[in-house]
């Protein structure tokens, strides 16, 4: 795995992250165009690109809120305590393709859980014995 920042097209990914609405663990995030070799892999732009950090979870809390989020978004123009949605690269224990590991948790409380979005197989449980210590800033 690793856990070094990802880079994506800061011009295709805004889009596909304001279309994501859910919950993390339960919900696959979108998976986005990566920024390689100073261009867009899917549009071939060139220019600004988004890093993985830059992106967060945002508990979103409607007018009629009881406390409990109505539902989570992906957002990059905040800082939030909630980890990380594309926290760090992996493989997919099931069909063994390139995928996206998730962090959702608690910053506070240094709690954290962890799944693997797979383009194919969706939401996957991290295996057990998978290290997840990180190589970047927090």
């Given at each position: 795995?690793?856990t070094?920042?990802i880079?994506f097209?800061g011009?295709?990914?805004?889009?596909?992250l304001?279309?994501?609405?859910g919950?993390?663990l339960?919900?696959?995030?979108?998976?986005?165009?990566?920024f390689?070799?100073?261009?867009?892999?899917?549009?071939?732009?060139?220019?600004?690109?988004?890093?993985?950090a830059?992106?967060?979870?945002?508990?979103?809390?409607g007018?009629y809120n009881?406390?409990l989020?109505d539902?989570w978004l992906?957002?990059?123009?905040q800082?939030t305590?909630?980890?990380?949605?594309?926290f760090?690269?992996?493989?997919?224990?099931k069909c063994h393709?390139p995928a996206?590991i998730?962090?959702?948790?608690d910053?506070?409380s240094?709690?954290?859980?962890?799944?693997?979005n797979?383009?194919g197989?969706g939401l996957?449980?991290?295996p057990?014995?998978?290290s997840?210590e990180?190589?970047?800033?927090s």
């Amino acid at each position: 795995m690793t856990t070094n920042f990802i880079t994506f097209c800061g011009s295709c990914s805004p889009r596909l992250l304001g279309s994501w609405k859910g919950w993390p663990l339960r919900d696959p995030i979108p998976e986005l165009p990566r920024f390689e070799r100073g261009s867009c892999s899917s549009c071939g732009g060139s220019g600004t690109p988004l890093v993985s950090a830059d992106i967060q979870w945002l508990n979103y809390h409607g007018q009629y809120n009881t406390g409990l989020p109505d539902y989570w978004l992906l957002v990059t123009d905040q800082v939030t305590v909630w980890g990380s949605p594309y926290f760090a690269e992996g493989t997919c224990p099931k069909c063994h393709q390139p995928a996206v590991i998730s962090q959702h948790g608690d910053n506070r409380s240094g709690r954290f859980e962890y799944k693997i979005n797979c383009a194919g197989c969706g939401l996957v449980r991290l295996p057990p014995d998978t290290s997840l210590e990180r190589t970047r800033e927090s």
